[in-house]
């Protein structure tokens, strides 16, 4: 049993032992780090792809995804940058997601699209395993990181941001945070039984918020200022033990 990390800054930090590794999967061919943490071995995967060359709805979320189940991956910690609509969430500060509302429009979300692969419909009770965000929640209150509290996500199709409308229409629907890539990632971790969590880190203000501009140097300076508690913070998550409750990641796929 592996566990992975997709994301994300600082994670380089945690280990020189890297081996660089190819996976082929059905979907296409993944690169990825084995990087060496104490007694385990750490999947990290760039989910952009090294050098940041894939945009958000041409990230190849199933090959991604099935790469790390080929590697035995059980656990899944994803960092991703959002911009927060909830005023207690400020930039700079990290929260820990714990549900998504899904506006993504042109991503496949299955491995099962009828015929040989068959007919699938993946239970969405708890989309984040609650396990790992018990964890992610124990070792962040270990760091001096700004932890807020955790958030729902709301997954848009990218690559543009949102307008001041469409973040209205989201904050009245019980939206946190936005993001471009939690879906289908999340659900296609859950339909291969993996258990799938993820750290928000707040880099900017949603469009028509606080009425300021999100500029490319906001969002590097809330990264670049986490990058060492970030580090911190892996280190913690992978080496703290597994916890005893049991969570149902691995049977929440219905087959008909
Ligand atoms: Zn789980």
């Known amino acids: 049993m592996r566990k992975a990390i997709i994301g994300g800054t600082g994670i380089y930090g945690l280990s020189n032992e890297v081996e660089q590794r190819t996976v082929e999967t059905l979907y296409g061919a ?45 656990e899944i910690y994803a960092t991703c940058a959002v911009g927060s609509m909830n005023p207690a969430f400020e930039p ?9 509302l899904d506006f993504t429009k042109s991503r496949v979300q299955t491995f099962y699209e009828g015929g040989e692969t068959k007919v699938a419909h993946v239970e969405m009770t708890q989309p984040y395993c609650p396990n790992l965000i018990d964890r992610f929640k124990n070792a962040v209150s270990l ?25 209205r229409m989201y904050q ?47 969002i590097d300076e ?13 280190i913690k998550l992978l080496t703290q033990g597994s916890s005893e409750v049991k969570c149902r990641c691995d049977q929440s796929l219905i087959i008909l």
């Open 172 to 218: 009245k629907l019980g939206g946190d945070v936005v993001g471009m890539t939690n879906v289908p990632e999340c659900v296609l971790a859950k339909e291969l039984g993996m258990c799938y969590s993820a750290l928000g880190i707040i880099t900017n203000w949603c469009t028509g918020i606080e009425g300021v501009q999100i500029e490319g140097h906001v």
């Open 92 to 100: 700079g500060d990290v929260v820990v997601i714990n549900d998504f």
């Open 222 to 234: 809330a990264m670049g200022k986490n990058k060492e508690s970030l580090t911190q913070l892996f």
């Open 143 to 167: 760091t001096d990181l700004s932890y807020k509290g955790e958030a729902v996500y709301v997954c848009t199709e990218g690559p543009r941001f949102e307008t001041a409308a469409e973040i």
């Open 30 to 74: 993944v690169e990825c780090d084995l990087i060496r943490v104490g007694d385990q071995e750490i999947v990290f995967l760039a989910r952009h792809g090294k050098g940041h060359s894939a945009p958000p709805h041409k990230i190849n979320y199933r090959a991604n995804m099935m790469a790390l189940k080929q590697l035995e991956v059980k």
